[in-house]
């Protein structure tokens, strides 16, 4: 049985920084592609981010802000967000994708979802 769990939401000042954590488990061969949306209050949810053996994307709205990468440490697929907006106020989904292929051109179309983490921005 396929699980994803994400972690690390809270409240933050505006210019600070959170970590998220997207935990994948139950894939006999382990998760190639992880993706990230968010879905702020009253909006639709919205892409954030994609990583996949190495293959990063991120959108336009948090280039240059936000990151994320593969923490070996823990298995996780991690997403740093620095300078962080009200704006960015949301919460934060994960999610795997199974089927092939499995690259961030495709991510948009995932598998398993996390039943999301909450992100505050306010001073």
């Known amino acids: ?8 939401g809270g409240l933050v000042q505006p210019g600070g920084s959170l970590t998220l954590s997207c935990a994948v488990t139950g894939f006999t061969h382990g ?8 879905q702020a209050p009253g909006k639709e949810r919205e ?7 190495g293959d ?3 959108s336009t709205s948090v280039k240059g802000r936000f990151t994320t990468s ?8 991690d997403l740093q967000m620095n300078d962080l907006k009200p704006e960015d106020t949301g919460v934060y989904y ?4 199974q089927r ?16 999301g983490t909450l992100v505050t921005v306010s001073s």
């Open 1 to 8: 049985q396929v699980q994803v769990v994400e972690s690390g």
């Open 31 to 38: 998760v190639t592609l992880v993706g990230w949306f968010r």
């Open 47 to 53: 892409e954030i981010s994609c990583f996949s053996d």
């Open 94 to 97: 994960c999610g795997a994708r």
């Open 56 to 58: 990063i994307y991120l």
């Open 100 to 115: 092939p292929p499995r690259t961030c051109e495709y991510y948009r179309v995932l598998d398993y979802w996390g039943n």
């Open 70 to 77: 593969k923490n070996n440490a823990k298995n996780t697929v």
